[in-house]
């Protein structure tokens, strides 16, 4: 039962970089999202998508980009990375439009940005 | 939009002593209530939830919240806490007709002293 897994779990990049945080369910859910955790912050989202070629800005969209291509797969790209945007990244999925039911989470990706 | 506050970032405890994570909620519609858990390391995982009905609901762990409409809250409590308990502590809500977004609050961290 792998559920949500996030790649990699640990990042190091110089401002100005670009890298893709990949995430893939494997539970056929059609919502998935990615959150940022800072410290007193909380979770705050990004970018969520409910569907295969449906995307949609969250709290925190700036500076992120994301795709979804398939159902399995929710990457988040940083076109030109900045110090602010060190943190840690999940992602998140659950079944479409039950906003009820509880959402799954990856193992989380630390990112440091120079 | 939905939004969360949680009143307390940290609450000192010692064991076996009883404990109350205050939440407070804002939403212009009704909402979904969660509570999630963070153990150090680790990703979020579900401690309990609101949907409709009796407004006392149970979770995992001996952990129970109470949802007061009158108050927008949705506070958490256990009577005896464990070392084990020892966790960051997120509200979380969301809408149950075409909200997709999950909005988590700010966390709060419980220590458990022996």
């Known amino acids: 039962n792998a559920g949500v897994t996030q790649t990699p779990k640990f990042q190091v990049l110089k401002t100005g970089q670009s890298m893709t945080l990949q995430c893939a369910q494997d539970?056929?859910?059609?919502?998935m999202s990615w959150y940022r955790q800072d410290p007193g912050m909380g979770l705050r989202l990004i970018h969520y998508s409910v569907g295969a070629g449906i995307t949609d800005q969250g709290e925190v969209p700036n500076g992120y980009n994301v795709s979804r291509s398939t159902t399995e797969d929710f990457p988040l790209r940083l076109l030109s990375a900045a110090p602010s945007q060190t943190s840690v990244y999940f992602c998140?999925?659950?079944?479409?439009?039950?906003?009820?039911?509880?959402?799954?989470f990856g193992s989380g990706t630390q990112l440091s940005v120079l | 939009a939905q939004s969360v506050t949680q009143l307390d970032s940290q609450v000192p405890v010692f064991e076996e002593a009883p404990v109350e994570l205050r939440c407070n909620y804002s939403?212009?519609?009704?909402?979904?209530l969660f509570w999630y858990v963070q153990y150090p390391n680790q990703g979020l995982q579900l401690l309990l939830k609101y949907l409709s009905g009796s407004t006392l609901v149970k979770g995992i762990n001996g952990f129970e919240a109470e949802f007061n409409k009158s108050q927008t809250s949705f506070h958490l409590r256990k009577p005896s806490v464990h070392i084990s308990d020892t966790a960051e502590y997120f509200c979380a809500v969301s809408e149950p007709t075409g909200g997709f977004k999950t909005i988590f609050g700010a966390g709060t961290r419980l220590f458990v002293k022996a």
């Open positions: 939403s212009s519609v009704s909402v979904y």
């Open positions: 539970m056929n859910h059609e919502y």
């Open positions: 998140a999925s659950r079944a479409q439009g039950a906003s009820g039911e509880k959402l799954f």
